[in-house]
């Protein structure tokens, strides 16, 4: 398996979408299939299309607020001792994570597709609410699938979402999390997407999915290299990326405009679960075996009779049995590394983030990144950069986090 | 057995001069020695074929009902070789043909040769597996050939016209055609005449492949079909057994009768 240089890695697939011949693909019903070509071709067509770009553009400039910072975090720097580290601070896009840019585009294809109803899937709650954020914006009626114990857990978003005029539905099967809303969502659009168009939340599912959400997420590294250039005047010759991942859309748009520089180290920080427990959304850390999940050829967390294992992770956003067919790819060429951090470990990341920043309070996914970089820092030397993807904020969790750290709120 | 067994149930129905009966319902709901108790009864009630769901609890083509009998199935613990065990012991008693209908991750769990060794020793006639579209599973309906076990292709409405032909072309001797965009047990959106219209097209192509169509008939529908080649019932069945494990009645003979009702609604 090879990483090519100088294509984009969503084009690194073959004819049957699949990533070095063997990641992503198009597992899905025949009812289906009609749909996705449609889409496909419409993609296609679009991201060719000037007066599309500069629509997307537009939007992620004035709506979404790209540029969003890249910073310096000077306290944590001098508290660990170390490598530089840095912050890409997507959190600050509108609706305080990177999912956005997903939203948007869909909602832009939506509407080019002459379709006026959008469903999507939600973990975290986030692709949820910029979905339901960008088709109110957008004139779309808007219907979301989230598990039943994510609505319960991530009850902030879920307002969000009836605020903006969406449709939230709870899905009751199975663990109740993102892997059931993610097939509640696509047995919704078996039934209807003669007239909806369906949005899925992450860089999974069948492959034109994969590409449109990566597509989308580009625009994080696609602002920062401007930002990495102005900050450094060349690309650090050691520098180190590090993005939690559960499907993995913002460490892929977080990685994008990167790939091709060997120098560049990408750092995935899957979710460990807490401490001892073996529930771990860990997949690429802990080699689990291949498998079909969503439409897409993956590492799965299953037993030995393909049916799919419950995970557990205090971060409702990387709670996620499968990972994008992309980072299964990018394990296997060994461009990027994968590792976890447990719960217990992303906690003590918020903490340390949020007491010496302050300006940064990220979300509980990309605590599990600075988890990450708070253990490898002190090693290395001060001329190694460390940048960390901020892609959520952390108002969403201060349930959760207030409740674990003993705070009544 | 082979293939050929599978085509006889179509062509004995034929000679009734109505469609052949199918009946899907989820292998070891809700657990075997039921499961085998609601298989025989089925054919004791004069089922053609028997669809045995392998169910798998990330599908994205169950609909309520169907997905309750896996739910149900599943945490009762069954595993692929229960179900492999239970067509075994009825095949022991039944010439009745089953097919399984599955996913593809199922498969790829149990190994792909293992599972065709282990339908060939359970007499399974052929397999539907949901999410392993044509032409991405040609490799495996060939190896299924090569063990007589017929590949069962799936067909909806919005096939356009060179794909069909081209998986009709690729296609064993038999296909199912999904009659309307939808996952299981939902209201007919279409009508019986637009489904036999489409029907008629895929016998146009080819005259000799027999042709199942399953979605959303129940025995209000299902005589609209009787000069089709089969149609299934599914989540109606699934529904009853839920019903009767509600209720504490026994699944296998409320089933039973249901099924000796769609096939008289069929044979009147």
Partial sequence: ??????????????????????????????????????????????????????????????????????????????????????????????????????????????????????????????????????????????????????????????????????????????????????????????????????????????????????????????????????????????????????????????????????NIELIGVEAGGPEGSSKHAAPLTNDSRIGVLHGATQYVIQDDQGEIEETESISAGLDYPGVSPLHCFLKETGRARYTSASDEEALEAFQLVSKNEGFVSPSLEPSHAFAEAIKIAPKLSKDTIIVVDSCGDSAKDSKIIAERLGYKI | MTSSTLIKSFE??????????????????????????????????????????????????????IQDSTYRALSNGIKTNDIFEIIEEFKKDYETDVIIMTYQNKIMAYGEDDFLKRCISSKVSGIICVDWPWPLNLDFAKKCKENSIVFIQLLCPTTNEDRLKSILNDAHEVVYYISMLSTTGQKLKVSSDEIKKRFNLIKKISPHKKCIIGFGITADTINDFKDTDACVVGSALCREITRSIDEELNPATNVGNMVSDLKQKLSS
């Avoid at chain 1, 019903?29 to 537009?58: C, M």
């Avoid at chain 1, 598990?147 to 903006?164: H, L, T």
């Avoid at chain 2, 009946?23 to 669809?51: H, M, Q, R």
């Fill in chain 1, 1 to 262: 398996m090879k990483l090519e240089k100088g294509i984009p890695l969503i084009d690194q697939h073959d004819e049957n979408g699949y990533w070095g011949g063997k990641f992503g693909g198009n597992q899905i019903a025949e009812s289906l299939n009609y749909p996705i070509e449609e889409l496909t071709r419409e993609f296609e067509k679009l991201r060719n299309d000037e007066t599309f770009i500069s629509e997307r553009d537009y939007y992620f400039k004035n709506f979404v607020g790209a540029p969003t910072p890249f910073i310096k975090l000077e306290n944590l720097t001098k508290h660990l001792g170390g490598a530089q580290i840095y912050c890409k601070l997507v959190s600050k896009a509108t609706g305080g994570a990177h999912k956005a840019y997903n939203a948007v585009v869909h909602s832009l294809i939506c509407k080019r597709l002459g379709k006026t109803y959008i469903g999507g899937d939600t973990g975290a709650g986030y692709a949820g609410k910029m979905l339901s954020m960008a088709a109110a914006k957008f004139n779309l009626k808007c219907k979301i699938f989230m598990g039943a114990k994510d609505v319960e857990r991530q009850s902030i978003n879920v307002f969000s979402m009836r605020s903006y005029g969406a449709e939230v539905i709870p899905v009751n099967s199975g663990s109740q999390t993102l892997v059931d809303a993610v097939s509640e969502c696509m047995r919704w659009w078996t039934s209807e997407n003669e007239e909806a168009h369906m949005c899925v939340g992450s860089t999974v599912g069948p492959t034109i999915f994969v590409k449109i959400c990566a597509w989308s997420t580009a625009q994080i590294s696609r602002e920062m290299k401007k930002q990495v250039m102005d900050e450094f005047g060349e690309v650090p010759k050691d520098m180190k990326l590090i993005n939690c991942v559960g499907g993995g859309s913002s460490a892929a748009g977080f990685w994008n405009e990167w790939i091709d520089y060997d």
């Fill in chain 2, 12 to 65: 004995r129905a034929k000679e009734d001069n109505r469609a052949a009966l199918l009946t899907y319902t989820v292998g070891g709901d809700p657990d075997k020695k039921t499961s085998l108790n609601i298989f025989k009864s089925i054919a004791d009630s004069g089922v053609d074929i028997i669809e045995c769901g392998l169910g798998h609890g990330a599908n994205i083509g169950d609909g309520g009902a």
